[in-house]
């Protein structure tokens, strides 16, 4: 099984990535719908977090917002935080390659927005980089509620800059010209890992 890495900064188009691949027939796990799960009402993470950071949970679910707001500016909050989540992201991770093991899936990908920066892509067979111009990056996601410029290079500040991560890639995505031209570098990806599965497997001592 071809384990297949999908990452990229804020705003990049990572989101309609892993939608296309998807629809591609590729299964794919995403890390940010794990989170999601741990911070929701009854969610896993919850109890920590609350002893943690107590005003940042409410009638049982944790408030994002809020929780950003006391750890980005914070590095020593944020590595506490960061101390909780991880091992239960890995977990599922582990839980969701077993599961298309038994089935066999010849190709899977794990859409992991910080992939770089918690030394994921060691992890990795290869590793797709989505990427999109500045400008259009920084309209994507201050067009985001709640969103501010202050809060969005605070939040560029704690990722891998794009050029470093398209340098360390194995294929890079561009968004920004429509939809159809991502969906056929998509395409063209998946064929050639597909066809050629012995030429992308172990190679994660790249990545590390």
Do not use: C, W
């Not at 679910?61 to 980005?72: E, H, K, P, Q, S």
């Not at 999109?132 to 704690?158: C, D, S, W």
């Amino acid at each position: 099984m071809i384990i297949l890495g999908l990452t990229g900064s804020i705003g990049m188009g990572k989101t309609s990535a892993a939608r296309s691949l998807r629809r591609l027939g590729v299964p794919v796990h995403d890390a940010d719908a794990t989170v999601h799960r741990l911070l929701g009402a009854g969610g896993k993470a919850v109890p920590a977090i609350q002893r943690l950071f107590p005003r940042a949970v409410e009638n049982g679910a944790v408030n994002r917002r809020t929780l950003g707001g006391i750890v980005f500016a914070d590095p020593a909050a944020l590595r506490q935080l960061e101390a909780v989540l991880h091992p239960m992201v890995r977990e599922a991770e582990r839980t969701f390659l077993k599961r298309m093991r038994r089935r066999r899936q010849p190709l899977v990908v794990l859409d992991i927005p910080l992939l770089y920066e918690t030394g994921g892509a060691a992890r990795m067979d290869a590793v797709v980089v989505v990427s999109a111009p500045a400008l259009l990056q920084a309209r994507r996601v201050l067009a985001r509620p709640g969103m501010t410029p202050e809060k969005f290079a605070q939040i560029l500040r704690q990722q891998t800059p794009d050029a470093e991560k398209r340098r360390r890639a194995d294929f890079v995505v561009t968004t920004g010209l429509g939809h159809d031209r991502s969906l056929r570098q998509l395409k063209r990806i998946v064929r050639l890992i597909r066809e050629n599965p012995d030429l992308y497997r172990r190679r994660r001592r790249q990545h590390a």
